[in-house]
């Protein structure tokens, strides 16, 4: 019998960049050592400086796309990115529903790394309502944690990010992990919680570039190690190093932003052996 590997199954829009998006997903999932299987939520016109526009796939496209492979496949985890709409929310939380015992990570994509709104009002009630609380764990950035634990309606409304945290956690889930690189500090902070508060904090030198995919990279990591058995905590801090080593890796082939390189281990063994002969 041939040798293998943990499958992750990921939901998300596709990126001709490759910087992001599912394309980012599949390289993150290959290189920690998974097999990556894909779902297409929606069909993006975007390069290394942002997104122009989304095209949603058909929400009964999501569910056959996914089904097809759960019936064929045993799946170790779940990623879920850029979702496209509100019908696919629903699609995607009655897939997962039927598979509770199966690690589910969520990326929760609102706004690309230029701003431009990925998530309108309605998707974030209904990530809050049917996704949320079914996650495993969620990784918002701090802008994003922020908008998924504030009330709209109450302009007074500024929590901190551990009270964010603590919202975010009364929704369903069984961990948050809030990045810092949206926050202006000489070092970007990083910090797990559960219900029962801080789980960890790991700072990280900050970079001095722009990054498309770090979020994707990140989450996709986490949810290749938890199909390899490790746990939340341990999953988390490993995710982290091989995402900070992605990043100081990365390259800009284009006008825009960044791309991490999420294959900078082989690009080094590479060097290794040339140097050799």
């Not at 599949?26 to 942002?50: E, F, K, R």
Request: with cysteine.
């Amino acid at each position: 019998m041939s040798e293998s590997f943990p499958l992750v199954m990921s939901f998300a829009a596709t990126d001709p960049s490759g910087g992001a998006g599912l394309q980012a997903d599949m390289l993150t999932i290959a290189s920690m050592g998974c097999h990556p299987l894909s779902v297409v939520t929606a069909i993006t016109v975007q390069d290394t400086s942002g997104v122009d526009d989304v095209l949603p796939m058909e929400s009964e496209w999501v569910t056959d796309q996914a089904r097809a492979m759960l019936e064929d496949v045993p799946v170790a985890a779940f990623k879920v990115g850029l979702l496209g709409s509100v019908e696919n929310i629903v699609a995607i939380a009655e897939v997962l529903a039927d598979y509770p015992d199966v690690p589910f990570v969520m990326d929760t994509v609102l706004a690309s790394g230029r701003g431009d709104e990925l998530a309108n009002e309605d998707m974030l009630d209904a990530m809050r309502e049917l996704l949320i609380p079914q996650a495993t764990i969620i990784t918002p950035n701090s802008m994003e944690a922020r908008r998924l634990a504030t009330d709209d309606d109450n302009e007074e409304d500024n929590p901190s990010l551990e009270e964010c945290a603590r919202r975010i956690l009364a929704m369903g889930c069984e961990y948050v992990l809030i990045t810092g690189t949206h926050e202006h500090s000489p070092t970007v902070v990083n910090t797990l919680y559960n219900s029962d508060g801080v789980v960890r904090s790991d700072s990280w030198e900050r970079l001095p570039d722009i990054y498309h995919g770090s979020g994707c990279t990140l989450a996709s990591a986490i949810a290749a190690l938890l199909a390899q058995g490790e746990d939340v905590p341990d999953a988390v801090r490993e995710a982290q190093e091989y995402t900070w080593q992605s990043l100081s890796a990365g390259f800009r082939p284009g006008m825009g932003q960044h791309i991490p390189d999420r294959l900078f281990w082989a690009r080094g063994e590479e060097d290794d052996v040339q140097q050799a002969n």
